[in-house]
């Protein structure tokens, strides 16, 4: 097999150091680079200030690749930008639900499930050649799930579902749940409200769910999916 016909998926966290990991992987390689970015950044770099200026909470996270993406020749955009648009319209109303369960202590499973996209098919290019970065342990499932070649995984660092991630994988029926579905929103709660929102960064709300041995023991005791297992 040719060195440029290798297709390595890198598995990349959401969060600031993911990110910072994810340039320094960069720098190594010789291959071609799909990322998980908006098209019109790598297509329009005129344009970059622009696209970027409504996607506040996700530049700040993309920073140290934005900068290198001016000097990255090989590198090929494969999200669009409604996509993005799409994301923080579920955000805002993920956000709404969790201040109806903090304030009023009303959860109802079936309002979470409204609001989640139901998801068959990746995003990410299904046939390539080199390193498609994914940063969404569902995109991640899902190319898995589809029976996608590739040669080999690499992880930047530990890579672990969230507990939004494990809802919309069991909403398009790709993980089954084997305990009450609210103990897995609570999660989603107690994450957004008590890890993201007071944290300092993304990488430290990931990092405190990482060590919680609480929401390791609840996954492994209410999903045997082996997609699922394997991290943790």
Known sequence: M????????????????????????L?????????PLPVELCREPMLREYVSSGLSSYTRVWSPLLDYLSSCRGCT?????KYFEDAIDTSIKLLGLVF???VFNKVDPAEWLGIVPKRFEPLAPTSWSGVLVVDRFVEYALLLNKGVFFDRVVQVE???????????LVKSNIV????????????????LSEYVVPSRSLTEAYDKLKRSREYRELVVKC??????QIYF
Do not use: M, Q
């Open 2 to 25: 040719g060195f440029f016909l290798l297709r390595i998926i890198l598995l990349v966290p959401f969060h600031e150091r993911g990110y910072e990991e994810l340039v320094k992987y």
């Open 27 to 35: 720098e190594k390689t010789n291959l071609p680079v799909y990322l």
């Open 77 to 81: 955009c494969y999200l669009t930008l």
């Open 100 to 102: 109806k369960a903090r």
């Open 158 to 168: 530990e890579f672990i579902p969230t507990p939004l991630d494990i809802l919309l």
């Open 176 to 191: 089954e749940w084997n305990c009450n579905l609210k103990s897995l929103i609570d999660w989603i709660i107690k994450y």
């Open 223 to 228: 999903t045997s999916s082996d997609l699922i």
